[in-house]
């Protein structure tokens, strides 16, 4: 397999501000900030997209992200997940997005 850098945050080998961490899932901060609270769920396996949202594994990853969202964004907040490079999805590592904390719009 090719670098993968959520793997290696994973394995606590490159930086990243954790939010959450379990036997399946982590959770920590998108180097991208576009809004006040922009964090990645992720399962600990490395998979593609298409594979965790067909899989039992979307439940915990979505769960977890879920529970995060509810804590640092009390009035609202996002899940999302791109699929493919037409959808921006940058890291072929399977993750859902959590972004909150302000008010989002009505199209954003």
């Not at 990645?40 to 593609?48: N, T």
């Not at 977890?64 to 899940?79: D, I, N, S, T």
Request: with cysteine.
């Amino acid at each position: 397999m090719a670098y993968c850098v959520f793997c290696e945050i994973i394995a606590h080998r490159e930086p990243a501000r954790i939010e959450y961490e379990d036997d399946d899932v982590i959770i920590f901060h998108n180097v991208l900030n576009w809004v006040p609270v922009m964090l990645l769920a992720v399962p600990k396996r490395h998979m593609m997209q298409y594979e965790l949202w067909t899989t039992d594994v979307v439940a915990k990853v979505a769960r977890a992200g879920a529970e995060m969202g509810a804590k640092l964004c009390p009035r609202g907040f996002r899940l999302l997940s791109n699929f493919g490079p037409d959808a921006m999805q940058s890291q072929p590592h399977a993750h859902i997005h959590v972004i909150g904390g302000t008010f989002l719009g009505e199209y954003a």
